[in-house]
Every structure is written in structure tokens, then in C-alpha cells.
């Protein structure tokens, strides 16, 4: 398969990190050498050939990383929608003369080079998909590090997109995390887009200011870390279809996205109507196999996300929380479960900190301001989603990226980027193909 590199997980160790990079290096100048059409008309291919493998993605994802069939669907259709978007998003890179006291100026958008993509287990087929073809559209080639926990997915996806790119346009790194890390500060790594957990993303980051303080150059680095999002309920709102979009949204693929909301704020005077609405729509959800085609949450395997989600529980419930639906684990199973909190319980790890599981934490806000205060108080600023008569009117009072207002907080569109500030991230919603590029002014004197 031409434009990727396969590299055995066992095989590799450190000192092959060098030869990665110098591969991908070795492949930048006939990426570069693209004019933006013919990156474009590239990233097309790339297309038809992610849509020739779809059924097999999500298959892979089902067995592999355990997503919910019907979840894996939606993300590979998520994929070719980025995909489809990418000629429009690219036309913010254009050349473009811009105003000159004299002469001419023109502005030009430059690939940095080689850009590292760390991949999430919990995206195997969207994420990468985004970053390389942001890369690749910019005029940069990738290095790729998929998920340990979902290589042979996200392998599928990089060989969908390499192929009618040069050979090794896109570079697979098969190697666990601690072993592949030293790519984030490399010699002749140019750019770097992390998506995990913010705990990552800061070790990421403070091992680039040890790596500054030895002398290596300093480069972009984009994380896109965890999010704690809220879902603000607030008077004059539509209840039902903000309790289907709390459920859906706080419990699709077992509550592991970033976006999915997982602090679920609602006004106190609405809380004795909205209450079973919002128990019905979650308790209407499917729990079941992930290879079904009706679960809509699928078995939470045990591990750290697990593990988390059972003392966060405790926690919540030693603090006098409520739960209002589910009960926790069953079996293999964890299921959709929220839990009223008190005012004092603001600081326990349910509401504090990014539940990656499917259990949600709830409180009572005594109006719009309380409501926002309360949305506020996170380290975290991915996005929101308001829901209400005086909606709008708050949305400047949020201190997140990205606001949905009477939708979905999963609500995905290829223009409407994911990204935040604070503990989630540092450019907020901006497209990567604008991130991966840096601006040149090239001045022409008037000719006498």
C-alpha cells in the first residue's frame, strides 16, 4: 500500500524513532510541492477510497474498540463529512494579495513540515481522519500514532487516506505511548496534534519545556484535551427534546467523547416537570452487546475509565446524592446512570472532574445566572449547550468554545470545529487546516 509505513508493535523500539521521522521527512517536498487543488483533488481519492471500506471500519470498531455498531456508524459518516468539507475549510489557506502602501504584498498560508497526530482510542476512525487531512491539505505529512487500544482501526482509516498520496505521506507509528512520546519533541517534528486525556496533553507539554531547555526547536503543539461539558435546562425551554438530547448526548458510546455532556445544569422551578422526562429518554436507551444494532450503550470494559466511574459513584453518594435513573454497574455493563448532587457536593469528582463512563452528575440552578455561574466553575472549557427562552442571550457569559443552543452538544458538523481553552485545549474551535499552516508575506517593490 503505497504512502504508509507499517511498523511491527514488538519490532520497533526508540532508536527507530529517528528513521520514522527521516521517512516522513524524506516525503514532505512531493507533498509540498502540490499546488492547494492538487492536495485537494488528492484528498477527494482519499474520500472514495474511506467509503470503499466503511462497513469494514465499523465492524472493526465494534469488535476491536467495543463502539456501539450503531455509533460506529455514525462516526465513519462523521469522517467523510470531514472529508467532504475539506475544500471549503482549505479556502481559508488560499494565497491571497492583501493591501500594501507600495508594491505588492501577498499573503501565503506554509505547511510547518512533519506533524505528529496522537490519536484516542475513543474517536479510531473521526480523529484521524480530521488530522491527517488537515495536514495534508495544508502541504504537511504525518506522522500517526494511533491508540494502542485501537490500532487495527485506525490502521484501516491511514491506509484508506495514504494511498494516492507519495509513499510516505502518511507515516503509522505502531508503538505503545511511553515508547512513541519522544516524538512530540523530536528533532524534525514540526507540529503536533494530541487528542487524549489533559493529563496527557500536560505531561506532553512539560516534556517540550524540558526538550526547550536542551536546546530543541520550539513548534505548535495542539492539544485537544478532556472536556467536562454542561447542559444548561433552563425556563421556556422545550423539556422533551432537551431531555433526548441530555441522554443521547450524555451516553452515546458509554459517555467516552469529549463533547458529551456530562454536568447537567437545570433551573430549580422546571425540575419537578423535567425530571421524568428526562428518566424516560434515558431510561429508554438500549444497553446491550456493542455488535447489536439497537444498543445504544454497550459494555464498559474494565480499566481506568471503569475503575473512575465506581468511586466516583461512591464518592457522590457518601456526599448525599440522588440517583435519579440507572444504577450503576450491572454485570459487564454500566449503565446510563445520573445522580442529583447537593450545593455541597460541588467539589466530589462526578462534577469536578471528566467522567469518562456513562454516569452523569446533576444539580439545581436557582436561575439563569446561578445556572451559568455554575457552568463556569471548571477547569475545563471544551463547550456548552443551552436550552431555554433566554438562551442567546447568554452565550458571551460562557467561558467555553463551542455552543450549541437548543441542539444536541453532539451535534456534529465539519464547520462547526470541536475545540476549547482552559484544561481542554489552547486555540479553541479553530479548523486544523488553518493550525497546521503559518502565515508568509512575501513584499514586491513597484518596478520604476
Same mark, same amino acid.
Given at each position: 500500500?503505497?504512502?504508509?509505513?507499517?511498523? &511491527?508493535?514488538?519490532? $520497533?523500539?526508540?532508536?527507530?524513532?529517528?528513521?520514522?521521522?527521516?521517512?516522513?521527512?524524506?516525503?514532505?517536498?512531493?507533498?509540498?510541492?502540490?499546488?492547494?487543488?492538487?492536495?485537494?483533488?488528492? *484528498?477527494?481519492?482519499?474520500?472514495?477510497?474511506?467509503?470503499?471500506?466503511?462497513?469494514?471500519?465499523?465492524?472493526?470498531?465494534?469488535?476491536?474498540?467495543?463502539?456501539?455498531?450503531?455509533?460506529?456508524?455514525?462516526?465513519?459518516?462523521?469522517?467523510?463529512? $470531514?472529508?467532504?468539507?475539506?475544500?471549503?475549510?482549505?479556502?481559508?489557506?488560499?494565497?491571497?494579495?492583501?493591501?500594501?502602501?507600495? &508594491?505588492? /504584498?501577498?499573503?501565503?498560508? !506554509?505547511?510547518?513540515?512533519?506533524?505528529?497526530?496522537?490519536?484516542?482510542?475513543?474517536?479510531?476512525?473521526?480523529?484521524? /481522519?480530521? !488530522?491527517?487531512?488537515?495536514?495534508? +491539505?495544508?502541504?504537511?505529512?504525518?506522522?500517526?500514532?494511533?491508540?494502542?487500544?485501537?490500532?487495527?482501526?485506525?490502521?484501516?482509516?491511514?491506509?484508506?487516506?495514504?494511498?494516492?498520496?507519495?509513499?510516505?505521506?502518511?507515516?503509522? =507509528?505502531?508503538?505503545?505511548?511511553?515508547?512513541?512520546?519522544?516524538?512530540?519533541?523530536?528533532?524534525?517534528?514540526?507540529?503536533?496534534?494530541?487528542?487524549?486525556?489533559?493529563?496527557?496533553?500536560?505531561?506532553?507539554?512539560?516534556?517540550?519545556?524540558?526538550?526547550?531547555?536542551?536546546?530543541?526547536?520550539?513548534?505548535?503543539?495542539?492539544?485537544?484535551?478532556?472536556?467536562?461539558?454542561? $447542559?444548561?435546562?433552563?425556563?421556556?425551554?422545550?423539556?422533551?427534546?432537551?431531555?433526548?438530547?441530555?441522554?443521547?448526548?450524555?451516553?452515546?458510546?458509554?459517555?467516552?467523547?469529549?463533547?458529551?455532556?456530562?454536568?447537567?445544569?437545570?433551573?430549580?422551578?422546571?425540575?419537578?416537570?423535567?425530571?421524568?422526562?428526562?428518566?424516560?429518554?434515558?431510561?429508554?436507551?438500549?444497553?446491550?452487546?456493542?455488535?447489536?444494532?439497537?444498543?445504544?450503550?454497550?459494555?464498559?470494559?474494565?480499566?481506568?475509565?471503569?475503575?473512575?466511574?465506581?468511586?466516583?459513584?461512591?464518592? +457522590?453518594?457518601?456526599?448525599?446524592?440522588?440517583?435519579?435513573?440507572?444504577?450503576?454497574?450491572?454485570?459487564?455493563?454500566?449503565?446510563? /446512570? *445520573?445522580?442529583?448532587?447537593?450545593?455541597?457536593?460541588?467539589? =466530589?469528582?462526578?462534577?469536578?472532574?471528566?467522567?469518562?463512563?456513562?454516569?452523569?452528575?446533576?444539580?439545581?440552578?436557582?436561575?439563569?445566572?446561578?445556572?451559568?455561574?455554575?457552568?463556569?466553575?471548571?477547569?475545563?472549557?471544551?463547550?456548552?449547550?443551552?436550552?431555554?427562552?433566554?438562551?442567546?442571550?447568554?452565550?458571551?457569559?460562557?467561558?467555553?468554545?463551542?455552543?450549541?443552543?437548543?441542539?444536541?452538544?453532539?451535534?456534529?458538523?465539519?464547520?462547526?470545529?470541536?475545540?476549547? $481553552? &482552559?484544561?481542554?485545549?489552547?486555540?479553541?474551535?479553530?479548523?486544523?487546516?488553518?493550525?497546521?499552516?503559518?502565515?508568509?508575506?512575501?513584499?514586491?517593490?513597484?518596478?520604476?
Amino acid at each position: 500500500m503505497r504512502g504508509k509505513v507499517s511498523v &511491527g508493535w514488538d519490532a $520497533v523500539t526508540r532508536s527507530l524513532l529517528s528513521a520514522l521521522v527521516e521517512r516522513a521527512a524524506d516525503a514532505w517536498p512531493s507533498v509540498r510541492a502540490l499546488d492547494i487543488d492538487a492536495r485537494l483533488g488528492l *484528498i477527494a481519492r482519499s474520500r472514495a477510497n474511506l467509503a470503499a471500506v466503511a462497513d469494514d471500519l465499523v465492524e472493526c470498531a465494534v469488535a476491536e474498540v467495543g463502539t456501539p455498531r450503531r455509533f460506529a456508524r455514525r462516526e465513519v459518516g462523521s469522517a467523510l463529512a $470531514v472529508l467532504d468539507a475539506m475544500p471549503s475549510l482549505a479556502e481559508a489557506i488560499r494565497p491571497m494579495p492583501v493591501p500594501a502602501r507600495a &508594491g505588492t /504584498t501577498l499573503l501565503e498560508w !506554509v505547511p510547518y513540515g512533519v506533524v505528529l497526530g496522537w490519536h484516542a482510542a475513543n474517536s479510531p476512525v473521526w480523529v484521524p /481522519t480530521l !488530522v491527517a487531512a488537515s495536514a495534508l +491539505a495544508g502541504g504537511n505529512v504525518m506522522l500517526s500514532r494511533p491508540s494502542s487500544r485501537a490500532r487495527a482501526t485506525t490502521a484501516r482509516v491511514l491506509e484508506a487516506l495514504a494511498e494516492p498520496w507519495p509513499q510516505d505521506a502518511i507515516v503509522r =507509528v505502531d508503538l505503545s505511548g511511553p515508547e512513541a512520546e519522544p516524538l512530540v519533541w523530536a528533532d524534525g517534528v514540526h507540529a503536533v496534534v494530541t487528542h487524549a486525556g489533559t493529563d496527557t496533553c500536560k505531561r506532553q507539554l512539560a516534556g517540550l519545556g524540558r526538550a526547550y531547555e536542551r536546546g530543541a526547536r520550539m513548534r505548535p503543539y495542539i492539544p485537544e484535551g478532556s472536556g467536562n461539558d454542561a $447542559v444548561i435546562v433552563l425556563e421556556g425551554a422545550d423539556l422533551r427534546r432537551a431531555a433526548d438530547a441530555v441522554a443521547v448526548a450524555g451516553f452515546a458510546n458509554g459517555g467516552q467523547l469529549c463533547m458529551a455532556a456530562k454536568r447537567i445544569i437545570v433551573q430549580r422551578s422546571i425540575w419537578g416537570r423535567f425530571e421524568p422526562l428526562l428518566h424516560a429518554a434515558v431510561s429508554a436507551l438500549v444497553v446491550g452487546p456493542a455488535d447489536a444494532e439497537t444498543t445504544d450503550v454497550a459494555p464498559l470494559r474494565e480499566g481506568r475509565a471503569r475503575a473512575r466511574a465506581r468511586q466516583a459513584l461512591a464518592e +457522590a453518594l457518601r456526599c448525599g446524592g440522588r440517583v435519579v435513573v440507572g444504577e450503576g454497574e450491572r454485570g459487564a455493563h454500566f449503565t446510563p /446512570t *445520573i445522580v442529583a448532587l447537593p450545593e455541597e457536593a460541588r467539589d =466530589v469528582a462526578l462534577w469536578r472532574e471528566e467522567s469518562f463512563a456513562p454516569l452523569r452528575g446533576l444539580m439545581l440552578a436557582d436561575n439563569p445566572e446561578d445556572a451559568i455561574e455554575r457552568a463556569n466553575d471548571s477547569p475545563f472549557g471544551l463547550g456548552a449547550a443551552l436550552f431555554g427562552s433566554v438562551a442567546c442571550d447568554l452565550v458571551d457569559r460562557l467561558r467555553v468554545a463551542r455552543v450549541m443552543i437548543d441542539e444536541s452538544p453532539l451535534y456534529q458538523d465539519p464547520h462547526v470545529v470541536v475545540g476549547g $481553552v &482552559g484544561d481542554s485545549g489552547l486555540a479553541g474551535a479553530r479548523p486544523k487546516v488553518e493550525q497546521l499552516v503559518y502565515a508568509r508575506r512575501t513584499h514586491h517593490a513597484t518596478n520604476n
